[in-house]
Structure formats: C-alpha cells, structure tokens
C-alpha cells in the first residue's frame, strides 16, 4: 500500500484505531473526519485487525473503499453495511465486480 506521507502510514502501522482514504492518485491518507465519528460509537478502544472495506451507504446505495486499522470502527455505523475483505487485491476486484458507478440496492448474499 502507498501512503500520501509518512505520517500516514505510520499511524497505519502502529497509531491508534483509525479510518484512511484514497486520495486521486490511489494513496492513502488518514481521515480525522471519519476517525473521530467512528470512534466516537465504539465505547472502549478497539483492537487493531487492519482489513479493507467496501462500506455501502444505506440511503444511497453508494460504495465506498476504506481502509481501517480496527474493523469494530465500521461494524455496526448506523449509516452504511461494511464488507470487509483481506488485501487491497479483494476489495478492488469487488469493487470492480460492482461496476460504476459503484452503487448496490443490496449487497449480494
């Protein structure tokens, strides 16, 4: 994985329970926004198990790819219906599976 700066990936690597995005390029960047309101539902620190994310919105049908450093972050948000996939390799592959725009009724049983 590419990271938009070394900040970035060392917070990845051993910073705490934390959401990054992809910027235009495809590198990853932390995003403090989406970090605190995820954090801020889940009560105790969670623990680190980093996976990648396919994260549909419910309202929109919209799917989005994240990367977290603690799956508990994105597990049960109110708002969307995380997947959450291995490698960069599986989440793309499904995300490419989808088509574009990347946007579902409902995920697939």
């Not at 990648?52 to 929109?60: G, M, Q």
């Not at 599976?97 to 697939?108: R, S, Y």
């Amino acid at each position: 994985m590419t990271f938009c700066s070394p900040f970035d990936e060392e917070l990845a690597a051993s910073g705490p329970a934390a959401v990054f995005v992809r910027n235009t390029d495809g590198h990853w960047r932390l995003a403090p926004d989406l970090t605190r309101d995820s954090r801020n539902r889940v009560v105790a620190p969670p623990a680190r198990d980093p996976s990648h994310v396919l994260f549909r919105d419910i309202e929109t049908g919209f799917i989005s790819w994240f990367y977290v450093t603690a799956r508990a972050l994105l597990e049960d948000h109110p708002r969307g219906e995380p997947r959450f996939y291995p490698d960069a390799e599986a989440a793309g592959a499904a995300l490419a599976a989808v088509g574009k725009p990347p946007v579902l009724d409902a995920w697939p049983a």
